[in-house]
């Protein structure tokens, strides 16, 4: 699918070495009906076993998915390509209520209120996958990320849609506290999840104030 006004059609939002999020599945290559299922059974049990949040190895991995080895390797090289694809799946599930979702978090609630939705989304997103995002999207390499281009556009429109000057700057700046790290040191220390989305929320809705 290819993202429309919210947010911008913006070539930032597209990922470098991922898959294309929500790009339009005309687009990608047709998958085999038996490949599918054998990529849905491989990723349900990596999810299981990366749940664990401990080292995962293919061996395991195709074990518990029911797949041969070769199979598993033709599609990915290694466990981490493995968690990326799972990030990926999450992320683009995010990227599509963000388009088409109900409101505050989908269009049509004020832009602090939708930026206060988007805090406590990310926010689960990182309590259920924080694993996974920090094997993927932590340093430079989080700027490298497609979804980072998605989640800076979406919020720069957010920004742009208040009235508030300076969305470039203020879009990366409002994006800095969901850097992975910053939130598992704050899960580290004991804050709660959704003391975190709170926190967060007060700043989107005194950032993105009606004037």
Same mark, same amino acid.
Do not use: C
């Given at each position: 699918?290819?993202?429309?006004?919210?947010?911008?059609?913006?070539?930032?939002?597209?990922?470098? @070495?991922?898959?294309d999020?929500?790009?339009?599945?005309s687009?990608?290559?047709?998958?085999?009906?038996?490949?599918?299922?054998?990529?849905?059974?491989?990723?349900?049990?990596?999810?299981?076993?990366?749940? @664990?949040?401990?080292?995962?190895?293919?061996?395991?991995i195709?074990?518990?998915?029911?797949?041969?080895?070769?199979?598993?390797?033709?599609?990915?090289?290694?466990?981490?390509?493995?968690?990326?694809?799972?990030?990926?799946e999450?992320?683009?599930?995010?990227?599509?209520?963000?388009?088409?979702?109900?409101?505050?978090?989908?269009?049509?609630?004020p832009?602090?209120?939708?930026?206060?939705?988007?805090?406590?989304?990310?926010t689960?997103?990182?309590?259920?996958?924080?694993?996974?995002?920090?094997?993927?999207?932590?340093?430079?390499s989080?700027?490298?990320?497609?979804?980072?281009?998605?989640?800076r556009a979406?919020?720069?429109?957010l920004?742009v849609?208040?009235?508030?000057?300076?969305?470039?700057?203020?879009?990366?700046?409002?994006?800095?506290?969901?850097?992975?790290?910053?939130?598992?040191?704050?899960?580290?220390?004991?804050?709660?999840?959704?003391?975190?989305?709170?926190?967060?929320?007060?700043?989107a809705?005194?950032?993105?104030?009606?004037?």
């Open positions: 699918m290819t993202p429309r006004t919210d947010p911008p059609n913006d070539t930032a939002a597209r990922p470098r @070495e991922r898959t999020l929500l790009t339009d599945a687009t990608r290559p047709r998958e085999r009906a038996d490949a599918a299922r054998n990529r849905e059974k491989v990723l349900a049990a990596a999810e299981r076993l990366f749940a @664990e949040r401990r080292p995962v190895t293919m061996e395991e195709a074990r518990a998915a029911g797949v041969g080895r070769g199979t598993l390797y033709r599609r990915y090289p290694d466990p981490a390509s493995i968690a990326l694809a799972l990030l990926d999450h992320e683009r599930g995010l990227q599509e209520k963000l388009l088409r979702g109900d409101p505050p978090l989908g269009p049509g609630a832009p602090g209120e939708r930026l206060a939705a988007f805090y406590d989304a990310m689960e997103l990182l309590e259920r996958h924080g694993h996974l995002v920090l094997g993927a999207e932590t340093g430079a989080r700027f490298a990320a497609g979804a980072y281009g998605f989640w979406h919020v720069r429109s920004v849609a208040a009235g508030v000057p300076g969305p470039d700057v203020l879009a990366d700046t409002l994006l800095a506290p969901l850097g992975p790290e910053v939130y598992d040191l704050q899960r580290r220390n004991g804050v709660p999840r959704e003391e975190v989305a709170s926190a967060l929320a007060r700043i809705r005194a950032v993105l104030a009606p004037s």
